[in-house]
Structure formats: structure tokens, C-alpha cells
Nanobody, 127 residues
Framework: QVQLTESGGGLVQAGGSLRLSCAAS????????VGWFRQGPRKEREFVAF???????????RYSDAVNGRFTVSRDNSQKTVYLQMNSLKPDDTDVYYC?????????????????WGQGIQVTVSS
């Protein structure tokens, strides 16, 4: 089973950018769909973005309406790392961000469809 570790979070001013990284170990990353979710206090975990596994035909990349056009998900299978580039950040983007993976998945916005999760990392956007 793949293990996931997020990094790159922190504090940024509104309008700024951050890039989150998710390092995968214990498995071949290209065999996994990868996704990002986020959760704030007193909120349910919500979908942010996903990318289907590298062998999917066709491949899918999807974003939530809240981040579409501002965030970009990407992967470097050779480095076993998934990225979430976040631009034009808003205070509403303040949350704990989680990386997720599932074996040979096409991707899903449903939390229950993902089998592996990172521990989460805090992103805070100040106004």
C-alpha cells in the first residue's frame, strides 16, 4: 500500500501562491490515481482536484468549481511526487490539505473512493 506525506504548506497573503507536494513511498506512483482534498474546522472534507492513474485511457484531471482556474494538479512519477500548485489564493482557501491515492483509479470527488491518505498539512491565507 502506498504511503503519502504532504509538505509545502504554510502562511501566505491573499493573492499569493503556494505549491504543495505529496511524496509517495511503498508503491509505484504511476499505478495510482492521485487527488487532493481539504478540510477546515467544523467542515466536511471536500474535494479539490484529482488526476487519474498514468495507464488510464483516457486520463482525467478534474477540479472543484472553487479552485478551477487557480489550482493545478500534476505528478512526477520518476520522483514519486504529486503537486498542487495554488495561485491567486483567497482566505477561503484556508484549510488542512490532504493528498489521497487509489490503485488504478480514474479519480473521484468522493472521499470514500480513495484508499490511502496523507496526514494533512495546514494552509493559511491571510487577508
Amino acid at each position: 500500500q502506498v504511503q503519502l506525506t504532504e509538505s509545502g504548506g504554510g502562511l501566505v497573503q491573499a493573492g499569493g501562491s503556494l505549491r504543495l507536494s505529496c511524496a509517495a513511498s511503498g508503491a509505484t506512483l504511476s499505478n495510482y490515481a492521485v487527488g487532493w482534498f481539504r478540510q477546515g474546522p467544523r467542515k466536511e472534507r471536500e474535494f479539490v482536484a484529482f488526476m487519474s492513474w498514468s495507464g488510464s485511457d483516457p486520463t482525467y484531471t478534474r477540479y472543484s468549481d472553487a479552485v478551477n482556474g487557480r489550482f493545478t494538479v500534476s505528478r512526477d512519477n520518476s520522483q514519486k511526487t504529486v503537486y498542487l500548485q495554488m495561485n491567486s489564493l483567497k482566505p477561503d482557501d484556508t484549510d488542512v490539505y490532504y493528498c489521497a491515492a487509489t490503485f488504478r483509479g480514474v479519480g473521484s470527488s468522493r472521499e470514500d473512493d480513495w484508499s490511502a491518505w496523507g496526514q494533512g498539512i495546514q494552509v493559511t491565507v491571510s487577508s
